[in-house]
């Protein structure tokens, strides 16, 4: 499957990727930021995130509310995220409004800044921390995307804080703290514009030069602090955790080739092997045949700069404590670093992940995202063209050298939540009143 693709840079710096599909008459735009919570410096935690909201609150000619009611009106989606390295923000839209919306995006690229005000701010600061007690604080196992993290990297490390930010730095950031972040990364110099679905490539790049072409490039971004780690951590790593949860449940992480590299394909074949769907070793094992586990998966966090991290989730069946599920897991990980694995289990991988990233491709949304993927991190877009070769590559000898040399004791990371105990008190006295 080779998509097409046409990429040109604006003067200032915009890297700007089209792909044409006219199969249905929609349009997906996609804007990538090469800034995420790695970017963040100590004491100004959370700002990644909290730019994914405000960039939502209007701009010099956008009114508050009215990115959002200008998409919806016209029968289209949109959405923003952040990770621990970008940011993006994307929109899929009837095709004649794509004009509509790179305006919108280029308003607030360029105009951001005389829409900010106090009260947006506190506004926005308020729904970040509410966000945060709803999906971390308050959830079941809610915690986990920030303690995995910080269990797998060190203090030093910028992938060790929390993607969300503290509750005392949110409370200190000040509207100059904002700007200042804005001015630095907001940049055309620091994106990528993705288009792809049903549109004419030169009206679109009469539009991309027309709309973004005037933002200047931003001052230059500090460099990352050192990124690099060895390739294993060195020593068995475990936090446990308890939490207002009914069943124990495991993440056991392994630290791994970066994202693009080609060590990167060999571990992700291993961790489809392991964790991908009900035909995987581990739901195969833990689910089906002992019976000890109700869901079992295993993914890579595709980070691409220092290390990635392969992790294994595993929630237990009632009754099962977390020290029987641990053990179980790590006779599966011994079994396959020992064993080895074959021709066919790596086949089922290639072909799970192949026929997910063709059917991602048919999207214009997906393929519009995965293009900014490969222009941020790597600067070219056309590597999306050679990613089922480097699948089709990975032979079971190299899953076999990947596992060997990462998957030992001495790469380990458990995290493990377990009910707390007054929970586990009371549900049993209220049991035993029931009987």
Not at 48 to 59: C, I, K, R, T
Not at 122 to 137: A, I
Not at 317 to 328: F, I, N, S, T
Not at 419 to 432: F, I, N
Request: proline share 5%.
């Amino acid at each position: 499957m080779q998509i097409p693709i046409e990429t040109f840079r604006l003067a200032n710096g915009l890297l700007v990727t089209l792909s044409e599909d006219h199969t249905a008459p929609i349009v997906a735009v996609n804007l990538w930021y090469h800034v995420g919570s790695a970017n963040e410096r100590e004491g100004l935690t959370g700002f990644a995130h909290l730019f994914e909201h405000m960039l939502f609150q209007g701009s010099e000619h956008v009114g508050t509310n009215e990115h959002f009611e200008t998409i919806q009106r016209a029968g289209g989606t949109l959405n923003g995220s952040t990770w621990l390295e970008r940011t993006n923000y994307f929109e899929t839209v009837p095709s004649n409004h794509l004009e509509s919306i790179l305006w919108l995006e280029a308003d607030r690229m360029g105009f951001l800044l005389p829409g900010m005000t106090q009260q947006k701010l506190d506004l926005q600061r308020d729904v970040v921390k509410n966000e945060r007690r709803w999906s971390m604080d308050n959830q079941p196992y809610g915690s986990w995307w920030e303690k995995l993290p910080a269990l797998c990297f060190p203090q030093s490390h910028p992938f060790h804080h929390s993607l969300i930010g503290s509750m005392e730095d949110l409370s200190a950031a000040s509207l100059e703290d904002v700007a200042s972040f804005f001015r630095t990364y907001y940049t055309p110099d620091n994106a990528v514009l993705s288009i792809a679905g049903d549109f004419d490539p030169r009206q679109a790049r009469d539009a991309v030069e027309k709309y973004f072409g005037p933002i200047p490039r931003g001052p230059g971004k500090p460099p990352l602090r050192d990124m690099t780690l060895p390739p294993v951590i060195g020593e068995r790593l475990r936090e446990t955790v308890e939490d207002d949860v009914a069943l124990a449940r495991v993440f056991l992480a392994f630290r791994s080739p970066i994202f693009g590299s080609d060590e990167y394909y060999a571990a992700s074949i291993c961790g489809a092997i392991l964790g991908m769907r009900r035909g995987s070793r581990l739901y195969r094992t833990l689910v089906r045949e002992q019976q000890i586990a109700q869901d079992a998966g295993a993914f890579t966090y595709d980070l691409a700069k220092g290390a990635d991290l392969l992790v294994i989730d595993v929630t237990a069946r009632p009754g099962v404590g977390p020290e029987e599920l641990e053990r179980a897991i790590e006779a599966e990980v011994y079994r396959l670093r020992e064993n080895g694995v074959s021709a066919e289990e790596v086949q089922r991988a290639q072909a799970l992940i192949e026929s997910d990233f063709i059917r991602g491709m048919q999207l214009a949304g997906e393929r519009a995202d995965q293009l900014s993927k490969f222009a941020t991190f790597f600067g070219e877009p056309r590597l999306v063209n050679e990613q089922l070769d480097r699948y089709r590559a990975v032979r079971p000898a190299d899953v076999d050298a990947f596992a060997r040399a990462r998957l030992g004791e001495n790469n380990r990371a458990s995290l493990i939540y377990v009910p707390r105990v007054e929970a586990a008190v009371e549900e049993t006295v209220g049991a035993g009143a029931e009987r």
